[in-house]
């Protein structure tokens, strides 16, 4: 694939899968490291044009699964493919890949041009069209003004955008980014993100970014990976991933969560511990168990203890303010339920008085079921 500044195929945001759906497919993937197995991937497919970013915490496989693409961890079983062609066992240099790493790795005694053209020199492509590719690369950057500085005098975000810029200029089939915006500041992280999107899109390149920020994936991707213990968890979009999670993982994981774990009653309560929560559903058998989750964005909070009423297509229940601080857009607060269970609620609206009865109340359609089927439960 040529990079150019004119897009060649629609913007990933919406890309063609029909005409055009697979760039990368990974088939029963496993790898690790000294016997020990990290990576279980039965199947993964990047679209063409798409980002994708890898989420997870630590350990649980997201840089593995980006080293095995890259080709510098071999795997212990399984296959990768880029436009069709089989590259499992085709060294890191032969895959026509692009690389930024977390640190940025840019030669401190070479000019910005020179850090640019590193990738180009090694490829033995010819000077005068080096100096083309760099110069594309670093317009296409912002940097056209900074070809003879060198690393030292650049900002962490410039340093940023060389290295997308080093990784560009060679023109790759695929672009691998391993945590590259974890180096800068909340500020310069979050006008980097929107820089990195625009120049996606605007290229129609194809990038799978590992981060451990659920913002940052949120914000940036069209689809999602998230990873837990070595394993895809939930792959969809980052809207799905957050309003429906696969897994009570997912659901903590990514954003907040409280989580109604408990027994099923009669019309739609749940009893958490010496709690008896109306969660305002109808489709809980009474007496199994039952695992819910609540977004505490969806939480309103009200003075006094009124429950929503039976029947009622809403849920509730009464607790003491425990906490609760302004956070600049919102208020965080903390509802302590009896037997010790808490309740987070994130408001627009100047929660009650610390230490006074309040009734929390949702409505029934933000309750995510989690509750593992049957066959799961015995496992």
Not at 80 to 95: E, F, K, L, M, N
Request: net charge neutral; with cysteine.
């Amino acid at each position: 694939m040529t990079t150019s500044p004119e897009p060649t195929r629609p913007a990933p945001g919406a890309p063609d899968a029909a005409a055009d759906p697979a760039h990368v497919v990974i088939e029963g993937l496993a790898a690790g490291y000294e016997g020990t197995r990290v990576l279980d991937v039965p199947e993964l497919t990047i679209r063409r044009g798409e980002f994708l970013s890898v989420l997870g915490p630590s350990g649980c496989g997201k840089t593995t699964l980006l080293n095995a693409l890259a080709g510098f961890v071999r795997p212990t079983r399984g296959r990768i493919s880029i436009d069709g062609a089989d590259v499992t066992d085709v060294p890191p240099h032969r895959r026509g890949l692009g690389l930024v790493f977390q640190n940025y790795a840019l030669f401190p005694h070479m000019t910005v041009a020179g850090n640019v053209a590193y990738g180009l020199k090694v490829r033995r492509v010819d000077r005068a069209e080096r100096r083309e590719r760099v110069a594309e690369a670093l317009r296409l950057v912002g940097l056209e003004g900074y070809a003879g500085r060198r690393p030292r005098q650049l900002s962490g975000g410039q340093q940023q955008r060389v290295a997308v810029a080093r990784a560009l200029a060679t023109r790759p089939a695929v672009l691998l980014l391993d945590e590259p915006l974890s180096n800068l500041d909340a500020k310069l992280r979050r006008e980097m993100r929107v820089e990195l999107r625009e120049l996606q899109q605007r290229l129609g390149i194809t990038m799978v970014f590992v981060t451990h920020d659920q913002e940052e994936a949120l914000s940036l991707s069209d689809r999602i990976a998230v990873l837990n213990g070595g394993r895809v968890e939930q792959l969809d979009t980052p809207e799905r991933v957050y309003r429906t999670p696969a897994s009570r993982f997912v659901a903590e994981f990514v954003g907040a969560a409280n989580i109604l774990d408990g027994v099923a009653a009669h019309n739609g309560e749940i009893r958490v511990g010496e709690t008896t929560v109306r969660t305002g559903r109808r489709d809980l058998p009474a007496g199994r168990p039952a695992v819910l989750a609540l977004r505490p964005e969806r939480v309103r909070l009200h003075p006094g203890g009124v429950p929503a009423p039976d029947g009622a297509a809403e849920g509730s229940v009464t607790g003491v303010l425990g906490y609760r601080a302004f956070v600049g857009d919102a208020w965080q607060a903390e509802v302590h339920l009896t037997g010790g269970a808490t309740l987070s609620a994130r408001t627009h609206a100047e929660p009650p008085p610390l230490g006074g009865e309040v009734t929390a109340h949702w409505a029934a359609e933000d309750v995510i079921d989690l509750t593992p089927a049957p066959a799961e439960e015995t496992r």
